[in-house]
């Protein structure tokens, strides 16, 4: 048996410490009320099978989908975060690559404290209090959807054609981790992205996502559980488990793009980390799935056709 290094045991402990507390936190949570809410029987056993890995995900390619009427269902807003004042937009656009038919609107740090204190006063006392400004910039994402509408992109992100044809189809989008680092890293088949993402105005996910922020609030310091993508991945197989059926047609619907729609490529660092967690015996028909597909010549992947978006 080959000697593990003190950084692995360190690795392999904290995946560990945070794959026992989602699983736990999947059961029930502590709201605002500091009373524990669960689902019910039927409602868990629907959310169990919705995290399970047993097999492997599949996408919905849309492209080939149902036609739209033409009808613009997220509009036209680039929201892009600065954290120092700014006079002049246009390095910003030159990034994110948007044409004169949109808004484009810059948070600067001041701008999206304001908006907080003025729309959201229920939740300023927790947005206030986080420990971090990563945090607090996770959090105000789903608000500003929520208030304004129209698309979030980190910074980094360039488009490489139009998303006309995503905000004509979806209500709302978010694209995804690639699904072997998903299911090697984090043991979900299924991790939500919350770089790019948009929505219609006041929809009901997005909802869920600011009122829940408080249940969240007491997490360990890390804003993937507090705010970020496990927060979002958590609560979007609660919504999905509790509103079947939603077609792409409804307004309540939240539809998951292929990663290869919004690309990037995972670095030499994290592909390493997940050959090794390769080698360790028992692995899942899924885990072996993933496993092949990253030590396959293939998996050194290049934006395609079917790319939208890519983080530089």
């Not at 003190?6 to 009373?35: H, M, N, P, Q």
């Not at 099978?49 to 009808?71: H, T």
Request: positive net charge; hydrophobic residues 35%; glycine residues 4%.
């Amino acid at each position: 048996m080959r000697r593990l290094e003190t950084l692995d045991i360190l690795v392999g402990a904290l995946s560990l410490c945070t794959w026992i507390l989602y699983t736990k936190v999947e059961d029930c949570f502590l709201s605002r009320e500091s009373r524990y809410v669960c689902p019910t029987k039927s409602q868990f056993s629907k959310r169990l099978k919705a995290n399970s890995l047993d097999e492997i995900p599949k996408d919905l390619d849309f492209i080939d989908g149902p036609q739209s009427d033409g009808r613009i269902r997220i509009p036209k807003i680039m929201h892009q975060f600065v954290n120092k004042k700014v006079t002049n937009t246009s390095l910003s656009k030159t990034i994110i690559n948007v044409d004169s038919s949109w808004e484009y609107i810059v948070w600067t740090r001041e701008k999206r404290h304001t908006f907080v204190h003025e729309k959201f006063k229920d939740i300023t006392p927790f947005y206030d209090g986080y420990r971090k400004q990563e945090f607090r910039d996770e959090a105000i994402q789903y608000m500003i959807l929520f208030e304004f509408g129209g698309v979030y992109a980190d910074s980094g992100w360039k488009l490489l054609r139009p998303l006309d044809k995503i905000l004509q189809t979806f209500a709302c989008f978010f694209g995804q981790v690639w699904h072997e680092e998903s299911i090697l890293t984090f043991h979900i088949p299924r991790l939500l992205s919350d770089t790019l993402m948009g929505c219609q105005r006041g929809h009901p996910f997005m909802k869920i996502l600011i009122e829940n922020l408080p249940s969240f609030y007491s997490m360990p310091a890390w804003a993937p559980a507090s705010t970020g993508l496990y927060y979002v991945s958590f609560h979007y197989k609660h919504y999905i488990a509790d509103n079947d059926n939603l077609s792409l047609e409804n307004d309540n619907g939240v539809h998951l793009l292929s990663p290869e729609y919004f690309f990037q490529q995972i670095s030499d660092k994290k592909m390493n980390e997940m050959k090794k967690k390769c080698e360790i015996q028992g692995l899942s028909g899924v885990q072996k799935w993933a496993c092949a597909s990253i030590f396959s010549p293939g998996f050194t992947r290049q934006a395609s056709n079917s790319s939208f978006a890519v983080r530089i």
